[in-house]
């Protein structure tokens, strides 16, 4: 059994990887409870096994979503599926469909970039964005691809941005040309 993974300075309970469960067996079947991508490459099959693992792993997210850099939704968590997670009470999301998430982040991510340009910042790695009833996290990619999260308002944010860096950090170098098409192609098919 693997130990409990904790980040530095988190003071929310330890996230504990699933069993069974690691992006190199993302092309056998997974795990009963996620999906299944039929006809899409191992890498594709990686990154979706890599957001349901965000997804399920870490208290709070609500869904997430990963735009290219013209704004289309390349890959998306089901807001549904995780609604039997979440309290009666807590927020559901964006309305409408991931889309509406996926055109959140995008527009997001282009007025911070504009900001920064302004500003003379440089890039732009991370944004938050933190309401009463919610939080919304923005996190560059690669090439101009974004990772927007929505998350609950009492989400440990530190564990929150954590997750995202490893996600980015094991997404970011697979993205490329071949793979945004093919993502972009799934996710018109599965409309």
Known sequence: MTAPMRTPGSSAKPVRPRTGADP???TAEPPSGEPVAYGLSSEA???HWLLTNLVEEVPGILSVAVVSSDGLLLL???PVRNAERRPATSPTGPRGS???LATIVSGLGSLTLGAARLMDGGSV????VAMAEGSLFVM?????SLLGVHATPDCDMTVVAYHMALFVGRAGHVLTPELRSELRQSMENAC
């Open 98 to 100: 991931s889309a509406d």
């Open 140 to 144: 560059a990619v690669s090439d101009g």
């Open 76 to 78: 998306s968590s089901d």
């Open 125 to 128: 790695k991370q944004t938050v």
């Open 45 to 47: 099959k990686n990154l």
């Open 24 to 26: 190199a067996s993302a």
